[in-house]
């Protein structure tokens, strides 16, 4: 609490000038995330200014997201990286349905984009990437992205990689390239809802198979394949959306020999593998029958729009590279210029490690929190799987009353019944605070009488 900037130096209006000393000090790490604030009349009266000054300083901290008040305790430096608050549908105050990173202050992305895209113009202009680039990205783009995946894929080389604008791209041209309307492919019973939307568009039939709390069952995914012959299996073997599971080696080598035997291909989906560098994928084990997908919206940020595919073979990655330009013509290659030089320079490395970290801290938080429900949950994870008692519908309702969304299991079945559980993503919240106050609400609606609520 014994902050006091430096403004003397500073030109603009005072309180202005408190706020970029303070971004400064973050920026600088004289301040770090979740310290607390002087009063504002503190530190008016340390700097010899009006409180009003200072007053609304605090104010415009706030807006910006770099400062958090709490009641009853006061003033801290945000807990995450300055995120400005999104506007959220009435009535929901806090958003938990949203499967996204959390973004914290070690994570230094707005002073690492800044000195990325400084880097960028610096050495070719930015203009340099408004043009066309080819789809799929350049060769030295691949290059770079494969020498990076090599460490858990070692199959990840340029000419079996595309660099595609995000996963749902991926799995929308893969549905397309490998299956006909009314062909089946085989998922999970829960399963990433984009799956489910590009089957409706492309007039794919799913038929999820049976899974238990360590993830699909290979019998049943046996039994599934010799039953419906499908053209692909659609998978998501780490830190599964929305369960959390993670396939064991034994399940991964039995679940690899499935995919051979049946003569199909598996479309894996390693989002959030990087978040568990512990798991490996299957593609090592069936490189020849699988396309891995590897996403940074999970790992660093949704808006980069940014993703890997690895293909088979190199026949594979020119078709799918076509199917790409076909349909979206090409990633943003400012975005593709700026990810390569974070992983060329190991930024992206430290800011994974980062988010990987706030996650840990996050599912810890959780833990304490939700002690004595049933939920799924992984160290790493962005969310967790809560089980609901008396009724999804019920209690998702009531939650939505008080402020805060998550996702019933209705979002994520294939086929049949949904299971009374939800999809609390932990990262969407902005700071530890909301989070806080989102398990808050969460615990007070599981506690709550069932006969109590009313379904609106």
């Not at 595309?162 to 490998?178: E, K, R, S, W, Y």
């Not at 794919?204 to 010799?226: Q, T």
């Not at 959306?241 to 049946?262: M, V, W, Y």
Request: proline residues 7%.
């Amino acid at each position: 609490m014994d902050w006091t900037p430096t403004i003397s130096e500073l030109s603009g209006p005072r309180y202005q000038r408190i706020v970029e000393a303070m971004e400064t000090d973050i920026a600088a790490g004289r301040l770090v995330r979740g310290q607390q604030l002087p009063t504002q009349r503190a530190l008016a009266k340390a700097l010899g200014i009006d409180l009003t000054t200072v007053t609304r300083a605090y104010t415009e901290a706030r807006r910006r997201g770099i400062m958090e008040a709490r009641v009853g305790q006061g003033s801290f430096v945000s807990e995450t990286s300055a995120r400005r608050a999104v506007d959220l549908p009435h009535p929901v105050a806090i958003d938990l349905s949203m499967n996204v990173p959390p973004h914290p202050l070690e994570a230094q992305l707005d002073e690492r984009i800044i000195a990325g895209m400084e880097a960028l113009r610096a050495q070719s202009g930015l203009t340099a990437f408004l043009n066309y680039q080819p789809p799929g990205g350049s060769a030295h783009e691949r290059e770079v992205a494969a020498r990076w995946m090599r460490s858990r894929v070692p199959h990840a080389h340029a000419d079996r990689l595309v660099i595609c604008p995000g996963a749902q791209t991926i799995l929308f041209n893969l549905l397309a390239h490998l299956a006909r309307p009314g062909d089946v492919v085989l998922t999970e019973a829960l399963t990433f809802p984009g799956i489910k939307a590009a089957a409706v568009r492309l007039g794919i039939k799913l038929v999820g198979v049976a899974m238990d709390d360590g993830g699909i069952l290979p019998d049943a995914l046996a039994k599934a394949c010799r039953t419906h012959r499908p053209k692909a299996v659609y998978l998501i073997p780490t830190l599964h959306n929305p369960t959390t599971a993670t396939l064991s080696p034994e399940r991964r080598g039995a679940i690899a020999k499935i995919i051979r035997d049946s003569d199909t291909i598996l479309i894996e989906d390693d989002a959030y593998g990087l978040l568990d560098r512990s798991a490996v994928p299957i593609a090592n084990l069936i490189p020849e029958r699988t396309y891995l997908a590897t996403t940074l919206s999970k790992c660093i940020a949704p808006a980069l729009r940014v993703a890997y595919l690895v293909t088979p073979d190199s026949d594979a990655q020119r078709e799918m590279r076509a199917y790409l330009q076909a349909t979206v013509q090409m990633p943003a290659p400012l975005m593709v210029a700026l990810v390569t030089h974070w992983i060329e320079n190991g930024i992206a490395d430290r800011i994974i490690t980062a988010i990987r970290n706030e996650a840990i801290g996050r599912q810890q938080l959780a833990q304490r929190t939700l002690k004595g429900f049933q939920f799924l949950a992984k160290p790493a994870a962005h969310h967790l799987w809560l089980r609901l008692p008396g009724g999804q519908p019920d209690v998702a309702a009531h939650l939505l009353r008080n402020g805060l969304a998550v996702v019933a299991a209705d979002a994520f079945i294939v086929d049949g019944t949904p299971p009374h559980a939800a999809r609390v993503s932990l990262g969407a919240a902005r700071n530890r605070s909301e989070l806080t106050e989102a398990l808050r609400i969460l615990v007070g609606a599981l506690q709550k009488p069932a006969d109590t609520r009313q379904i609106v």
